[in-house]
Protein backbone atom coordinates (compact mmCIF):
# COMPACT_ATOMS: atom_id res chain seq x y z
CA UNK A 1 0.00 0.00 0.00
CA UNK A 2 2.96 2.49 0.52
CA UNK A 3 4.12 1.84 -2.72
CA UNK A 4 0.77 2.98 -3.87
CA UNK A 5 0.03 5.90 -2.10
CA UNK A 6 3.69 7.57 -3.35
CA UNK A 7 2.73 6.54 -6.54
CA UNK A 8 -0.45 8.78 -5.67
CA UNK A 9 1.21 12.14 -4.66
CA UNK A 10 3.43 11.91 -7.65
CA UNK A 11 0.29 11.93 -9.50
CA UNK A 12 -2.29 13.51 -7.07
CA UNK A 13 -5.24 16.38 -8.65
CA UNK A 14 -3.10 18.95 -6.64
CA UNK A 15 0.40 19.11 -8.55
CA UNK A 16 1.70 22.13 -8.72
CA UNK A 17 -0.93 23.78 -6.07
CA UNK A 18 0.35 23.55 -3.42
CA UNK A 19 2.82 25.77 -1.94
CA UNK A 20 4.70 22.65 -0.15
CA UNK A 21 5.16 20.75 -3.22
CA UNK A 22 5.38 17.17 -1.42
CA UNK A 23 1.66 16.75 -0.33
CA UNK A 24 2.15 15.64 3.20
CA UNK A 25 0.97 18.64 4.98
CA UNK A 26 -2.85 17.94 4.28
CA UNK A 27 -4.10 21.51 3.35
CA UNK A 28 -3.90 20.33 -0.73
CA UNK A 29 -6.30 17.60 0.04
CA UNK A 30 -8.69 19.31 2.06
CA UNK A 31 -10.80 20.18 -1.15
CA UNK A 32 -11.92 16.49 -1.16
CA UNK A 33 -14.64 14.78 1.27
CA UNK A 34 -16.31 11.42 0.99
CA UNK A 35 -19.66 10.08 2.84
CA UNK A 36 -20.89 6.70 3.15
CA UNK A 37 -20.51 2.79 3.52
CA UNK A 38 -20.15 -0.84 2.51
CA UNK A 39 -19.51 -4.15 3.81
CA UNK A 40 -17.48 -3.65 6.40
CA UNK A 41 -20.03 -0.69 8.29
CA UNK A 42 -23.40 -1.52 6.55
CA UNK A 43 -25.58 -4.07 7.31
CA UNK A 44 -27.12 -5.61 3.99
CA UNK A 45 -31.07 -4.55 4.53
CA UNK A 46 -29.83 -0.76 4.90
CA UNK A 47 -27.63 -1.05 2.10
CA UNK A 48 -29.65 -2.25 -0.54
CA UNK A 49 -32.34 0.16 0.78
CA UNK A 50 -29.41 2.84 -0.16
CA UNK A 51 -28.94 1.72 -3.35
CA UNK A 52 -29.08 3.79 -6.55
CA UNK A 53 -29.62 2.54 -10.29
CA UNK A 54 -28.19 4.04 -13.02
CA UNK A 55 -31.46 6.70 -13.11
CA UNK A 56 -31.50 7.05 -9.27
CA UNK A 57 -27.98 7.91 -9.45
CA UNK A 58 -28.20 10.88 -12.34
CA UNK A 59 -31.43 11.83 -10.71
CA UNK A 60 -29.34 12.16 -7.07
CA UNK A 61 -26.51 14.18 -8.74
CA UNK A 62 -28.87 16.68 -10.53
CA UNK A 63 -30.23 16.96 -7.44
CA UNK A 64 -26.54 17.78 -5.91
CA UNK A 65 -26.08 20.49 -8.44
CA UNK A 66 -28.92 22.44 -7.10
CA UNK A 67 -28.28 21.96 -3.09
CA UNK A 68 -24.23 22.19 -3.41
CA UNK A 69 -23.74 24.12 -6.21
CA UNK A 70 -20.34 24.98 -7.62
CA UNK A 71 -18.87 21.29 -5.54
CA UNK A 72 -18.56 18.43 -7.76
CA UNK A 73 -19.83 15.09 -7.13
CA UNK A 74 -19.18 11.50 -8.28
CA UNK A 75 -21.10 9.01 -6.78
CA UNK A 76 -20.60 5.27 -6.76
CA UNK A 77 -22.90 2.91 -5.92
CA UNK A 78 -22.24 -1.30 -6.17
CA UNK A 79 -23.86 -4.36 -4.36
CA UNK A 80 -21.37 -3.63 -1.61
CA UNK A 81 -21.11 0.02 -1.55
CA UNK A 82 -22.41 3.39 -1.48
CA UNK A 83 -20.06 6.37 -1.64
CA UNK A 84 -20.30 9.62 -2.47
CA UNK A 85 -17.26 11.84 -3.28
CA UNK A 86 -17.35 15.89 -3.51
CA UNK A 87 -15.11 18.26 -4.35
CA UNK A 88 -15.17 21.94 -4.25
CA UNK A 89 -11.62 23.96 -4.78
CA UNK A 90 -13.09 27.32 -3.52
CA UNK A 91 -12.64 29.06 0.09
CA UNK A 92 -15.66 27.36 1.44
CA UNK A 93 -14.54 23.70 0.36
CA UNK A 94 -16.83 20.96 -0.23
CA UNK A 95 -19.87 19.91 1.80
CA UNK A 96 -18.91 17.56 5.36
CA UNK A 97 -19.04 14.14 5.19
CA UNK A 98 -22.03 14.57 7.81
CA UNK A 99 -23.83 16.54 5.46
CA UNK A 100 -22.82 14.43 2.38
CA UNK A 101 -24.38 11.33 4.23
CA UNK A 102 -27.88 12.94 5.18
CA UNK A 103 -27.82 13.99 1.64
CA UNK A 104 -27.37 10.21 0.19
CA UNK A 105 -29.95 9.22 3.17
CA UNK A 106 -32.61 11.88 1.66
CA UNK A 107 -32.42 10.54 -1.69
CA UNK A 108 -33.19 7.09 -0.82
CA UNK A 109 -36.12 8.34 1.29
CA UNK A 110 -34.32 6.64 4.43
CA UNK A 111 -34.74 8.50 7.91
CA UNK A 112 -31.33 10.38 8.03
CA UNK A 113 -31.15 9.66 11.92
CA UNK A 114 -30.81 5.84 11.26
CA UNK A 115 -28.49 6.43 8.22
CA UNK A 116 -26.21 8.37 10.17
CA UNK A 117 -25.12 5.87 12.83
CA UNK A 118 -23.74 3.46 9.76
CA UNK A 119 -22.48 6.23 7.41
CA UNK A 120 -19.27 7.37 7.64
CA UNK A 121 -16.78 9.83 5.51
CA UNK A 122 -13.39 11.31 5.25
CA UNK A 123 -12.49 15.18 4.43
CA UNK A 124 -8.73 15.71 2.94
CA UNK A 125 -6.14 13.24 2.93
CA UNK A 126 -8.03 10.33 4.20
CA UNK A 127 -10.84 10.42 1.48
CA UNK A 128 -8.17 10.71 -0.91
CA UNK A 129 -6.67 7.31 0.55
CA UNK A 130 -9.77 5.79 0.84
CA UNK A 131 -10.37 6.61 -2.87
CA UNK A 132 -7.10 4.92 -4.28
CA UNK A 133 -7.66 1.86 -1.88
CA UNK A 134 -11.08 1.36 -2.99
CA UNK A 135 -10.47 1.80 -6.92
CA UNK A 136 -7.41 -0.96 -6.16
CA UNK A 137 -10.14 -3.53 -4.71
CA UNK A 138 -8.21 -3.40 -1.46
CA UNK A 139 -10.87 -2.28 0.36
CA UNK A 140 -13.68 -5.04 -1.16
CA UNK A 141 -15.07 -7.88 0.29
CA UNK A 142 -12.83 -10.21 -2.18
CA UNK A 143 -9.32 -8.86 -1.71
CA UNK A 144 -8.41 -7.19 -5.06
CA UNK A 145 -11.36 -8.52 -6.68
CA UNK A 146 -11.42 -6.92 -10.63
CA UNK A 147 -15.03 -5.76 -11.21
CA UNK A 148 -14.32 -2.21 -8.58
CA UNK A 149 -11.89 -1.12 -11.51
CA UNK A 150 -14.98 -0.93 -13.82
CA UNK A 151 -17.42 0.19 -11.32
CA UNK A 152 -15.56 3.36 -10.13
CA UNK A 153 -14.52 4.28 -13.91
CA UNK A 154 -18.69 4.00 -14.55
CA UNK A 155 -19.20 6.02 -11.79
CA UNK A 156 -17.27 8.97 -13.11
CA UNK A 157 -18.15 8.14 -16.51
CA UNK A 158 -22.23 8.67 -15.24
CA UNK A 159 -20.98 12.14 -13.39
CA UNK A 160 -19.40 13.40 -16.36
CA UNK A 161 -22.47 12.60 -18.07
CA UNK A 162 -24.53 14.71 -15.47
CA UNK A 163 -22.40 17.30 -15.43
CA UNK A 164 -20.86 16.95 -11.98
CA UNK A 165 -17.51 16.53 -12.54
CA UNK A 166 -14.83 19.23 -12.49
CA UNK A 167 -10.57 19.34 -12.57
CA UNK A 168 -10.97 18.19 -9.54
CA UNK A 169 -12.50 14.87 -9.35
CA UNK A 170 -11.35 14.85 -12.44
CA UNK A 171 -7.70 14.34 -11.83
CA UNK A 172 -8.19 12.35 -8.77
CA UNK A 173 -10.75 9.62 -10.46
CA UNK A 174 -7.45 9.17 -13.06
CA UNK A 175 -5.27 8.85 -10.85
CA UNK A 176 -6.62 6.48 -8.66
CA UNK A 177 -7.62 4.52 -11.80
CA UNK A 178 -3.77 4.63 -12.81
CA UNK A 179 -2.68 3.54 -9.67
CA UNK A 180 -5.53 0.52 -9.14
CA UNK A 181 -3.93 -0.27 -12.59
CA UNK A 182 -0.39 -0.64 -10.82
CA UNK A 183 -1.63 -2.34 -7.94
CA UNK A 184 -2.86 -4.96 -10.64
CA UNK A 185 0.20 -5.17 -12.71
CA UNK A 186 3.23 -4.50 -10.26
CA UNK A 187 2.11 -6.44 -6.88
CA UNK A 188 0.35 -9.95 -5.58
CA UNK A 189 -3.00 -8.61 -5.61
CA UNK A 190 -5.18 -10.03 -8.84
CA UNK A 191 -2.83 -12.33 -9.58
CA UNK A 192 -4.98 -15.12 -8.61
CA UNK A 193 -8.54 -15.45 -10.37
CA UNK A 194 -10.14 -13.96 -7.37
CA UNK A 195 -13.70 -12.41 -7.46
CA UNK A 196 -16.90 -12.95 -5.36
CA UNK A 197 -18.38 -15.27 -7.71
CA UNK A 198 -14.72 -17.43 -7.29
CA UNK A 199 -15.05 -17.32 -4.20
CA UNK A 200 -18.79 -18.00 -3.79
CA UNK A 201 -17.81 -21.58 -5.85
CA UNK A 202 -14.94 -22.17 -4.43
CA UNK A 203 -15.09 -21.01 -0.80
CA UNK A 204 -19.49 -21.31 -0.36
CA UNK A 205 -20.62 -23.71 -2.06
CA UNK A 206 -17.48 -26.67 -2.29
CA UNK A 207 -18.13 -26.11 1.33
CA UNK A 208 -21.74 -27.45 1.38
CA UNK A 209 -21.11 -30.20 -1.29
CA UNK A 210 -18.63 -32.18 -2.19
CA UNK A 211 -19.09 -32.75 -5.89
CA UNK A 212 -21.13 -30.72 -8.19
CA UNK A 213 -21.89 -33.25 -11.41
CA UNK A 214 -24.44 -34.64 -9.68
CA UNK A 215 -26.24 -31.28 -8.67
CA UNK A 216 -28.78 -28.90 -10.23
CA UNK A 217 -27.39 -25.32 -10.89
CA UNK A 218 -30.18 -22.28 -11.27
CA UNK A 219 -27.98 -18.96 -12.12
CA UNK A 220 -30.20 -15.70 -11.98
CA UNK A 221 -28.67 -12.95 -14.41
CA UNK A 222 -27.04 -13.23 -18.04
CA UNK A 223 -24.45 -10.38 -17.87
CA UNK A 224 -20.10 -10.73 -17.43
CA UNK A 225 -20.98 -11.86 -13.62
CA UNK A 226 -23.33 -14.62 -14.33
CA UNK A 227 -20.93 -15.58 -17.16
CA UNK A 228 -17.51 -15.33 -15.05
CA UNK A 229 -19.74 -17.72 -12.39
CA UNK A 230 -20.85 -20.14 -14.86
CA UNK A 231 -17.15 -20.44 -15.90
CA UNK A 232 -16.26 -21.50 -12.49
CA UNK A 233 -19.26 -23.59 -11.73
CA UNK A 234 -17.96 -25.53 -15.21
CA UNK A 235 -14.51 -25.71 -13.97
CA UNK A 236 -16.00 -27.34 -10.50
CA UNK A 237 -17.67 -30.07 -12.27
CA UNK A 238 -21.04 -28.49 -12.56
CA UNK A 239 -23.26 -30.20 -15.70
CA UNK A 240 -27.16 -29.14 -15.10
CA UNK A 241 -26.25 -25.28 -15.25
CA UNK A 242 -29.70 -23.31 -15.43
CA UNK A 243 -29.93 -20.00 -16.83
CA UNK A 244 -33.29 -17.43 -15.87
CA UNK A 245 -32.87 -13.63 -16.80
CA UNK A 246 -35.56 -11.25 -17.39
CA UNK A 247 -34.58 -11.07 -21.01
CA UNK A 248 -34.70 -14.32 -21.98
CA UNK A 249 -32.87 -13.55 -26.07
CA UNK A 250 -30.29 -12.74 -23.32
CA UNK A 251 -30.52 -15.87 -21.07
CA UNK A 252 -30.67 -18.16 -24.20
CA UNK A 253 -27.62 -16.56 -25.99
CA UNK A 254 -25.18 -17.04 -22.54
CA UNK A 255 -26.80 -20.61 -22.71
CA UNK A 256 -25.67 -20.84 -26.20
CA UNK A 257 -22.41 -19.57 -25.90
CA UNK A 258 -21.06 -21.37 -22.72
CA UNK A 259 -23.34 -24.72 -23.06
CA UNK A 260 -25.83 -24.59 -20.40
CA UNK A 261 -29.71 -24.78 -20.46
CA UNK A 262 -32.25 -21.68 -20.04
CA UNK A 263 -35.18 -21.82 -17.57
CA UNK A 264 -38.26 -19.45 -17.07
CA UNK A 265 -37.80 -16.30 -15.16
CA UNK A 266 -41.45 -15.98 -14.75
CA UNK A 267 -41.43 -19.42 -12.77
CA UNK A 268 -39.12 -18.85 -10.99
CA UNK A 269 -40.75 -20.33 -7.70
CA UNK A 270 -40.82 -23.83 -9.59
CA UNK A 271 -37.11 -23.06 -10.38
CA UNK A 272 -36.25 -22.69 -6.93
CA UNK A 273 -37.68 -25.46 -5.81
CA UNK A 274 -35.84 -28.10 -8.66
CA UNK A 275 -32.08 -26.29 -8.02
CA UNK A 276 -29.57 -27.35 -5.63
CA UNK A 277 -27.88 -24.12 -5.68
CA UNK A 278 -29.02 -20.62 -6.58
CA UNK A 279 -26.60 -18.04 -7.51
CA UNK A 280 -27.91 -14.89 -8.44
CA UNK A 281 -25.86 -12.37 -10.46
CA UNK A 282 -28.14 -9.82 -11.47
CA UNK A 283 -27.40 -5.69 -11.22
CA UNK A 284 -30.77 -5.06 -9.51
CA UNK A 285 -30.90 -2.89 -6.88
CA UNK A 286 -33.76 -5.10 -5.21
CA UNK A 287 -33.19 -8.86 -4.54
CA UNK A 288 -34.49 -11.62 -6.74
CA UNK A 289 -34.74 -13.92 -4.06
CA UNK A 290 -36.27 -12.78 -1.57
CA UNK A 291 -36.75 -14.40 2.27
CA UNK A 292 -40.24 -14.73 1.69
CA UNK A 293 -39.66 -15.99 -1.42
CA UNK A 294 -37.43 -18.68 -0.33
CA UNK A 295 -40.13 -19.85 2.81
CA UNK A 296 -42.67 -19.93 0.11
CA UNK A 297 -40.85 -22.92 -1.63
CA UNK A 298 -39.09 -24.21 1.38
CA UNK A 299 -41.16 -26.51 1.78
CA UNK A 300 -41.45 -28.10 -1.72
CA UNK A 301 -37.70 -28.66 -1.40
CA UNK A 302 -38.29 -31.43 1.41
CA UNK A 303 -35.41 -30.70 3.20
CA UNK A 304 -32.49 -30.27 0.28
CA UNK A 305 -30.34 -27.66 1.34
Known amino acids: ?84 YAADEERRGPPPPDELAMFLAECRGIDP ?61 QAALRAAKRVTTETAVGRERLSIPSIAVADFASGVFERFDDKRVLLIGAGKMAAETLR ?10 RIINRSLERAHSLAQRLEAQTGDYNNISRELVDADLVVSTTGASEPVVTLDLYQNVEDQRQGRP
Open 113 to 173: TNAGRVLGGEQGTAAVKHLFCVAAGLDSMVLGEPQIVAQVKQAWQLAQQSGTTGPLTGELF
Open 1 to 84: MGGTWKYAARTHPFAGKCSCYNYSCGRCFMSLAFAGGSHRTVPIELREKLAFSSEQATEALARFQKQFPGSEAVLLSTCNRIEL
Open 232 to 241: YLRDAGAQNI
